[in-house]
């Protein structure tokens, strides 16, 4: 069974810039959540769909968006980059919504560099 | 709100057994997992616990007391690949990791 993917793997943008990244979970599963991975704060979470519902999200702004579409696939996108954006955004599926307890699949996460 | 503790750095010598505490505060409890995530790679599940008590698997242990909020990760035998960050989290929250360096 294939994992997590998502794409592209590593993007470079310059202040103001948008970003849309991509994730296709594991086969099966319905739930995807999106984190951001900073050294300085860790994983924060973003928000979690299931079956294209954004079911939580996390506290950023709202330049930070996402949908998620019929087959599962998710995109989340950055509006007017800010620096401070830089950082592995990782995308992770499960077969239920998190909230409802389920291990969690990481895909190998898209590193974002704004400059 | 939802928050978790956890230890930044440590450090063990191969062979050894070492603990990895962590403390949350949660507004429900859904459960708690540790993730293991090796420098440059995603994060991969380790165990899940729910009920109070230890869960073993192979080499590695996970306790929890919900009435303490507290939880441990015990790794036994240590070696060499298990140098990596070990995450603790509820759903959807999760601690900012303890990295964790095997030495020889």
């Known amino acids: 069974k294939a994992g997590v993917t998502q794409t592209p793997r590593y993007l470079i943008k310059t202040r103001g810039q948008q970003v849309t990244l991509s994730c296709s979970p594991i086969s099966g599963h319905r739930s995807v959540s999106w984190y951001q991975q900073t050294p300085g704060q860790g994983l924060q979470f973003l928000f979690e769909y299931f079956s294209e519902t954004q079911r939580n999200k996390g506290n950023f702004p709202g330049r930070f968006s996402g949908r998620q579409f019929s087959n599962s696939r998710s995109e989340m996108n950055v509006s007017t980059l800010e620096l401070g954006d830089s950082a592995l955004y990782l995308c992770?599926?499960?077969?239920?919504?998190?909230?409802?307890?389920?291990?969690?699949?990481f895909g190998p996460g898209t590193r974002l560099t704004v400059l | 709100g939802q928050n978790i503790d956890q230890p930044t750095e440590m450090t063990a010598t191969e062979g050894a057994i070492v603990q990895i505490n962590c403390t949350y505060q949660?507004?429900?409890?859904?459960?708690l997992f540790w993730y293991q995530q090796h420098a440059g790679e995603a994060p991969t599940f380790l165990s899940y616990?729910?009920?109070?008590g230890l869960e073993e698997k192979g080499r590695f242990s996970s306790f929890l007391s919900r009435s303490k909020g507290y939880s441990y990760l015990l790794l036994k035998e240590l070696q060499m690949k298990d140098s990596a960050s070990y995450l603790c989290?509820?759903?959807?929250?999760f601690g900012k990791g303890t990295r964790l360096s095997v030495i020889a």
């Open positions: 989290a509820v759903p959807l929250v």
């Open positions: 992770a599926s499960s077969f239920v919504a998190v909230s409802s307890y389920n291990e969690q699949f």
């Open positions: 949660t507004s429900g409890f859904n459960g």
């Open positions: 616990n729910v009920l109070d």
